[in-house]
């Protein structure tokens, strides 16, 4: 029962949103949960930080994380990458 996070601005259309929230139920949700959000034992992607957010590029496709378990989906696409990105922050 933690507060609600400040807001971060994102400009994702609603179709960017929709494709966004299929991806990251096909992708995401086995390890960040339901609608992102966590069970506890992986990071709860509706209070990531904006540093994290604005690293999302490096995180999702480039494996910025790697270390921590996150695997690299380097085959995604810049649109897919912003859809997932602009789901998140929705």
């Known amino acids: 029962d933690r ?7 994102s400009d994702a259309m609603p179709q960017q949103i929709a494709r966004g929230a299929e991806l ?6 086995m390890c960040h949960g339901i609608a992102a ?4 034992s992986i990071a709860d992607l509706r209070y ?4 994290t957010i ?3 590029e490096r995180i999702v496709r480039q494996g910025a994380y790697s270390g921590l378990g996150m ?5 995604l696409t810049d649109a897919d990458v912003a859809a ?5 922050l929705a």
Do not use: K, N
């Not at 695997?71 to 085959?75: E, L, M």
């Open 3 to 9: 507060p609600r996070p400040e807001p971060i601005a």
């Open 24 to 29: 990251f139920g096909q992708r995401c949700a």
């Open 37 to 40: 959000q966590s069970g506890g």
């Open 48 to 51: 990531a930080a904006p540093a």
């Open 54 to 56: 604005d690293a999302f």
């Open 71 to 75: 695997p690299a989906f380097d085959w």
């Open 84 to 88: 997932l990105r602009g789901y998140v």
